[in-house]
């Protein structure tokens, strides 16, 4: 099947046939990489090997760390403001939609959190008028959400850096166009949607930030000490770590992020484009200036349509299309493992739909 599922997405299929024959036997190991130990010789080559790939594939510079570590993105979120803020400082946040509003449920409960602005009023179809932004003197960062995975609202420039470090939630749309991280003080992403399976995390953090001392807190919570060790200060996991290197490698042989900013265009102009011609009978409202190219939520003109568009689409092989429950409709998610050509037999199938349909 076509998964266009939110996340865990779909891994390509080179990837899945790869696990599938080194599973019972790593590299001549005579075991499952899922069996070897983190410290051994194999596996320590291996997460020097990913590093390596994942800096090139993204462009990351020498002046930032890369972790990879368990919990999600949204213990990300929670660990960002213990390792950035010292006691009383306040940290800004820019609402763009859901993910920007848990991203703040998490750090309020450690620091103080100031709303830089909000889009929720517009129903999230905006990015919120920049002239309306209004910054904390002494901020210890700015946090945005790169991509709002429900609301499909994207942030295509990031913005300028004010005299707060940038934090840049990417779990949606890391990798899937460059980005220049120099830009960035710490961005972080869960890797089950644009760069492989769940349960394992980028965080890119400046060095310059790792050396902050944040808030008294375990040492399990320092991304500086994850750092120190190479991202094995605990057991990682290793089987996802693999599977994420290996999805890392697909992409730079596919000519890396600036290919896929090319494709990213144009599967999303596409489906873009059915959705707009067809006479209102699909509707997507978000601005044109920031409409997701990973998260396209759409509805349809008649909600009674729902079921039989789920049901029609999935006997069609095409699974992962129901919307968010917070927005109804429809959505349909478009990372790096989806080939232009998945989306032209998507959009075949709406047009056919409706023409049955409508
Ligand atoms: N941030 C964004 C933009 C997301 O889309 C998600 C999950 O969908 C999260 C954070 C939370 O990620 P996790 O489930 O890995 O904690």
Same mark, same amino acid.
């Given at each position: 099947s076509l998964n266009f599922s939110a996340g865990p997405a779909q891994l390509p299929l080179p990837v899945l046939e790869q696990l599938r024959d080194e599973l019972l036997d790593w590299r001549g190991t005579g075991a499952s990489v899922a069996e +070897? /130990?983190?410290?051994?010789k194999p596996f320590m080559a291996l997460a020097e090997e990913i590093e390596a790939d994942a800096r090139r594939l993204l462009a990351v510079p020498d002046s930032h760390a890369i972790l990879f570590l368990s919990g999600g993105a949204t213990t990300q979120q929670a660990l960002i403001p213990m390792n +950035?803020? %010292? %006691?009383?400082e306040t940290a800004d946040y820019l609402v763009t939609g859901h993910w920007s509003k848990v991203a703040i449920k998490q750090a309020s409960a450690v620091c103080a959190v100031h709303t830089v602005a909000s889009a929720e009023d517009d129903g999230f179809l905006r990015l919120p008028e920049k002239s309306q932004w209004t910054h904390t003197k002494g901020a210890a960062y700015f946090h945005v959400t790169g991509n709002e995975t429900i609301h499909g609202?994207? +942030?295509f420039n990031l913005p300028e850096a004010t005299q707060a470090p940038l934090v840049v939630?990417?779990?949606?749309?890391? &990798?899937s166009r460059p980005t220049?991280?120099? =830009?960035?003080g710490l961005a972080y992403a869960g &890797? *089950? =949607?644009? +760069?492989? @399976? /769940?349960g394992i995390t980028l965080t890119i953090v400046s060095r310059e930030l790792l050396a902050r001392e944040g808030? *008294?807190? @375990?040492?399990?919570?320092?991304f500086a000490s994850h750092a120190a060790q190479g991202s094995m200060l605990?057991?990682?996991?290793t089987l996802n770590w693999y599977i994420l290197g290996l999805c890392i490698r697909w992409m730079l042989g596919e000519g890396g992020t600036a290919a896929f900013e090319a494709r990213n265009l144009a599967k999303s102009s596409l489906l873009y484009a059915t959705i707009d011609q067809s006479a209102g009978f699909y509707t997507n409202s978000v601005a044109a200036d920031c409409r997701s190219r990973m998260n396209i939520p759409f509805v349809l003109h008649? %909600? %009674?349509l729902d079921a039989v568009f789920l049901e029609e689409s999935e006997r069609a092989?095409?699974?992962?299309l129901k919307g968010h429950k917070a927005l109804g409709g429809m959505r349909a998610s478009l990372y790096n493992a989806i080939a232009l050509k998945d989306i032209e037999a998507l959009c075949a199938f709406m047009r056919d739909f409706q023409m049955r349909h409508g």
């Open positions: +070897l /130990s983190h410290r051994g +950035l803020c %010292a %006691a009383g609202v994207e +942030l939630d990417l779990s949606s749309n890391i &990798a220049d991280f120099s =830009k960035i &890797a *089950q =949607k644009n +760069l492989g @399976p /769940s808030m *008294q807190r @375990p040492d399990i919570f320092k605990n057991t990682p996991p008649d %909600a %009674a092989g095409m699974i992962g």
